[in-house]
């Protein structure tokens, strides 16, 4: 906090799309923002028309919308005209095989093109796409197509094989897998390149109401299943609009948003809001490689960068030569998100790059940027930056079932909205009550605790609850413990998330053994073993420790809490709760 402001430049401010925070915030309205949507007749409309169809009437169809890297380094270039075609045939093909409007269609890929013409091309037809991260093992895959009721998938052989042939006949509600590599030789599966052969390019975009389902993505929760939050088509004003304001994001840029569409800024910054601005994007197939990275910086001539604070700490080892090195003058803008993104990033970068990482704010259930530094504004190191325009933020404190405001300056509390944004999510599927209490006396409770300061610029504390954030994901310590407990060996177990210097956090579960199984270092890696094929290698934990007994309540849930504060050697806080003991 005591680090030195980071001023910019008035010209540099001059130019962004939001020259002036105050001015802009005291303007803003939702009704003006859906105003500049191109819409469908009769009030509806449809993501996939804002983000491609319309810019055949505009003129761009013949820019590129999509340039994608492969693996060995490869570029392919999609135009606006390409991905219309591309996913009219994929929505023929959704109607072709029975697929109607507001059914979920899954993708379970990489960054290939495929995903994001089955994403669109989704949307375009007017079902429902839920983007699943590729890495994730057979349980989180399962429970999410449970929940989500997915009637079609499409996936690779080599992940069909490896993660969903085996849980095929517990998915009842799945009837068709789609293969984009498919050739026929796999039973119950279909060659996706063939059905797009035989589809026709033109497919009307399904006029849709604006607060009909679009996307379903998963988050987790401290305990029980992960939640679907359900976000609707009317969500794509939010899309653009941060996208202009938290972004800087322009028609002429060449915008690279890294995350995966697997989570959720992956899709609505790296998909939807791009687009729906005209911009080229990047994708890139590779997974994080520092040199690499710098590389398409440079060759692509990247205006506007979207990362996350893993990342940046990866670059940071890697050195500022590696930086140097390339000419990067064409990078205009810079956005971090995901995790705190720690000060000593945001003034390296500023050194490296001659501009500092802006953070920004949000989650799965608001669908877009709450909270940001913007283009314009000053930026303090280590905080998140003030909320968009449109956008009321606060800070409370849970009080006998309601909460109160925290008005004081630099007071730690729950960070909370007001609802009634476009992309908020409008339910979490199938889980009225857990929905229901995100909601106290007309505030959104994030879950987060945050601060304010005297100048209006919020500060991440960190969360409210035991989810962990590892390298940007969001895992639920549940889902964690749900899988080991399936082990035979143990009995009890009990799951956190421990401070890394690089991933922010990792996965850490603590272990009491069944009688007869004794710790050693074999059973550990099989436990991790166990884990890591069950829930795929982001989720599942990087250490075990073994103990006789874990804490308890007196109703026998597991204290995390203690668990973490012995853990970091912090004070064990109100412990009139606790039964039994690790000691
Ligand atoms: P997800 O729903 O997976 O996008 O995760 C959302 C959570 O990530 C938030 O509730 C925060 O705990 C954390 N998060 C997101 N952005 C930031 C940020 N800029 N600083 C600190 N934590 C963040």
Request: glycine share 10%.
């Amino acid at each position: 906090m005591a680090r030195e402001i980071i001023r910019k430049d008035t010209a540099y401010a001059a130019k962004a799309n939001m020259p002036d925070y105050d001015k802009e915030r005291a303007s803003f309205s939702w009704e003006d923002a859906k105003a500049e949507l191109d819409g469908l007749p009769g009030g509806k409309l449809n993501i996939a028309h804002e983000a491609l169809d319309r810019h055949i009437a505009n003129g761009n169809a013949d820019k590129t919308a999509l340039r994608w890297i492969s693996k060995d380094g490869e570029p392919t270039d999609f135009s606006y005209r390409d991905l219309i075609g591309q996913t009219a045939r994929f929505a023929n093909v959704l109607r072709s095989i029975g697929v109607e409007k507001g059914e979920r269609v899954y993708s379970l890929l990489g960054r290939v093109p495929e995903l994001y013409v089955t994403a669109l091309g989704t949307l375009k037809a007017g079902s429902v796409f839920c983007p699943m991260f590729s890495a994730f093992g057979p349980e989180p895959i399962q429970s999410r197509m449970e929940i989500g009721g997915g009637k079609v998938l499409v996936t690779t052989k080599a992940l069909y094989r490896r993660k969903v042939a085996g849980i095929r006949d517990r998915l009842p509600e799945l009837k068709e897998v789609l293969l984009i590599d498919g050739d026929g030789s796999m039973d119950g599966t279909r060659n996706l390149a063939a059905l797009m052969k035989d589809a026709s390019p033109d497919f009307p975009v399904e006029p849709m109401d604006p607060e009909d389902m679009a996307l379903l993505h998963f988050t987790s929760g401290t305990t029980g299943k992960p939640k679907g939050a359900v976000h609707v088509h009317g969500a794509v004003v939010a899309h653009k609009t941060t996208g202009r304001i938290a972004l800087d994001l322009r028609p002429e840029d060449t915008f690279w948003c890294t995350a995966d569409p697997g989570w959720v800024t992956g899709t609505s910054y790296g998909i939807i809001a791009p687009l729906t601005i005209g911009a080229t994007m990047i994708v890139d197939q590779a997974e994080f490689d520092a040199e690499r990275w710098y590389r398409i910086l440079e060759e692509e001539k990247v205006t506007v960068w979207y990362t996350a604070p893993t990342a940046i700490r990866m670059l940071m080892k890697a050195g500022a030569d590696m930086a140097r090195a390339r000419d990067l003058s064409r990078i205009r803008f810079m956005a971090s998100v995901g995790e705190p993104l720690n000060p000593e990033a945001v003034v390296w970068s500023n050194d490296v790059f001659g501009m500092p990482f802006h953070d920004n704010w949000w989650q799965t259930e608001t669908g877009g940027i709450m909270i940001a530094n913007y283009a314009s504004m000053d930026v303090k190191p280590g905080s998140m930056g003030k909320p968009l325009p449109g956008i009321d933020a606060g800070i409370v404190a849970r009080q006998d079932g309601g909460v109160n405001a925290v008005d004081d300056q630099m007071v730690i509390g729950e960070l909370a909205l007001k609802p009634g944004w476009p992309s908020m999510m409008r339910a979490y599927l199938h889980e009225q009550a857990r929905y229901d209490k995100c909601f106290v006396g007309g505030w959104y409770l994030t879950g987060d605790l945050a601060m304010r300061d005297t100048e209006g610029y919020f500060w991440f504390v960190g969360r409210a609850d035991d989810v962990i954030k590892s390298s940007g994901h969001l895992i639920g310590p549940f889902e964690v413990e749900s899988a080991l407990m399936e082990h035979e060996a143990v009995a009890e177990v009990g799951v956190i998330g421990i401070p890394d210097e690089t991933a922010g956090e990792i996965v850490k579960a603590y272990v009491a053994l069944k009688p007869g199984y004794e710790e050693s270092d074999d059973l550990r890696l099989d436990l991790i073993g166990h884990a890591r094929k069950r829930l795929g290698p982001a989720v599942a934990p990087k250490e075990i420790a073994f103990r006789a007994n874990l804490p308890k309540t007196r109703s026998g849930k597991i204290m995390r809490r203690l668990l973490k504060a012995r853990e970091l050697g912090l004070p064990e806080g109100d412990i009139s709760t606790l039964e039994s003991d690790e000691k």
